[in-house]
């Protein structure tokens, strides 16, 4: 098996557009991983989500579903962040993820338990310097306060950002595919504006209004970020994840509705919680690489046009 270091030289990573001698301010898309599952709370495996998700973007074309190319694109892929001190490890991350900003580079995480969203949230609060939206796609409102006394556990991204000078509170983020809860968020939402379209709602009213809802609200924003959860699709989709919650979202319903949010100034993303050992089949692998690759095709042809 490579190693991180030898598979982000490998030219074939991504569609065959990793460009790995290229610096960050020559890239039009920056990818790094952040290998770490320590915060999760049920079942470990989302540290080997990107190696599991580089190593099968080899064997993809650059094209979306419409059959639309983009091999003009540049990627640069700068590796996984690893360690086993967790502030550590978020510092590190939220000094490049800064840096990113500051670059103005769309960019891709890949993670990771959910907590690896809080440093990428930080380094966009320093690094943009102005306010930014956040569709957070999920199963799960990860607003809790702490779990199990660790306050950046993956039950936590979502109120670590409220906090953020940069974040509106909790009416900066708005969120899709829910359909869990902890006692401390309901207690949170007595008291705080949340938007959620749960996964529910979301079947009833379609993806076109889905769309509607999420647009209208986050056109208030020069920038928004995007982080997406695999266990917001149905488990019988993509099984191999920490926390799955049955009712999800199915594939089409979430493809149609990330192209629809594509709208908006989209700045990045993530996809997190991809545990291949959980899942001999790898669909959650799968599922991730095409949510990548269909997102880069939306950015791709807003820059083209």
């Given at each position: 098996?490579?190693?991180?270091?030898?598979?982000?030289?490998?030219?074939?990573?991504?569609?065959?557009?990793?460009?790995?001698?290229?610096?960050?301010?020559?890239?039009?898309?920056?990818?790094?991983?952040?290998?770490?599952?320590?915060?999760?709370?049920?079942?470990?495996?989302?540290?080997?989500?990107?190696?599991?998700?580089?190593?099968?973007?080899?064997?993809?074309t650059p094209t979306t579903e419409d059959?639309?190319?983009?091999?003009?694109?540049?990627?640069?892929?700068?590796?996984?962040?690893?360690?086993?001190?967790?502030?550590?490890?978020?510092?590190?991350?939220?000094?490049?993820?800064?840096?990113?900003?500051?670059?103005?580079?769309?960019?891709?995480?890949?993670?990771?338990?959910?907590?690896?969203?809080?440093?990428?949230?930080?380094?966009?609060?320093?690094g943009l310097g102005k306010k930014f939206?956040?569709?957070?796609?999920?199963?799960?409102?990860?607003?809790?306060?702490?779990?199990?006394?660790?306050?950046?556990?993956?039950?936590?991204?979502?109120?670590?950002?409220?906090?953020?000078?940069?974040?509106?509170?909790?009416?900066?983020?708005?969120?899709?595919?829910?359909?869990?809860?902890?006692?401390?968020?309901?207690?949170?939402?007595?008291?705080?504006?949340?938007?959620?379209?749960?996964?529910?709602?979301?079947?009833?009213?379609?993806?076109?209004?889905?769309?509607?809802?999420?647009?209208?609200?986050?056109?208030?924003?020069?920038?928004?970020?995007?982080?997406?959860?695999?266990?917001?699709?149905?488990?019988?989709?993509?099984?191999?994840?920490?926390?799955?919650?049955?009712?999800?979202?199915?594939?089409?319903?979430?493809?149609?509705?990330?192209?629809?949010?594509f709208a908006l100034p989209i700045i990045?993303?993530?996809?997190?919680?991809?545990?291949?050992?959980?899942?001999?089949?790898?669909?959650?692998?799968?599922?991730?690489?095409?949510?990548?690759?269909?997102?880069?095709?939306?950015?791709?042809?807003?820059?083209?046009?």
């Amino acid at each position: 098996m490579k190693t991180t270091k030898e598979m982000i030289k490998d030219t074939a990573l991504w569609a065959g557009l990793n460009k790995p001698d290229a610096r960050i301010e020559d890239a039009d898309i920056v990818v790094f991983g952040m290998a770490f599952d320590a915060a999760a709370s049920v079942r470990k495996g989302s540290a080997d989500g990107p190696r599991s998700i580089r190593e099968y973007s080899v064997f993809v074309t650059p094209t979306t579903e419409d059959f639309e190319v983009f091999d003009d694109l540049k990627v640069v892929d700068i590796g996984d962040f690893e360690g086993d001190d967790q502030e550590l490890l978020f510092a590190e991350v939220e000094e490049q993820v800064e840096r990113i900003a500051k670059a103005g580079k769309f960019f891709t995480m890949l993670g990771g338990d959910h907590s690896v969203s809080i440093p990428i949230y930080r380094g966009l609060d320093k690094g943009l310097g102005k306010k930014f939206g956040i569709i957070h796609i999920d199963a799960h409102f990860d607003l809790c306060d702490s779990l199990d006394g660790n306050r950046l556990s993956h039950a936590c991204p979502a109120r670590r950002a409220t906090e953020l000078a940069s974040v509106d509170g909790s009416d900066g983020i708005y969120f899709v595919g829910i359909r869990s809860i902890e006692m401390d968020e309901v207690e949170f939402r007595r008291n705080n504006p949340v938007h959620v379209i749960n996964a529910r709602e979301f079947s009833a009213i379609g993806v076109r209004e889905a769309v509607k809802r999420v647009v209208n609200h986050m056109s208030k924003y020069d920038c928004v970020y995007i982080t997406l959860d695999i266990d917001c699709l149905d488990p019988g989709y993509a099984g191999g994840t920490g926390t799955p919650q049955f009712g999800g979202l199915s594939p089409r319903q979430l493809l149609d509705f990330l192209r629809g949010v594509f709208a908006l100034p989209i700045i990045g993303f993530d996809v997190v919680e991809v545990a291949p050992s959980l899942d001999s089949s790898l669909a959650s692998t799968f599922a991730a690489r095409k949510i990548i690759t269909e997102c880069w095709g939306h950015y791709w042809r807003k820059n083209a046009d």
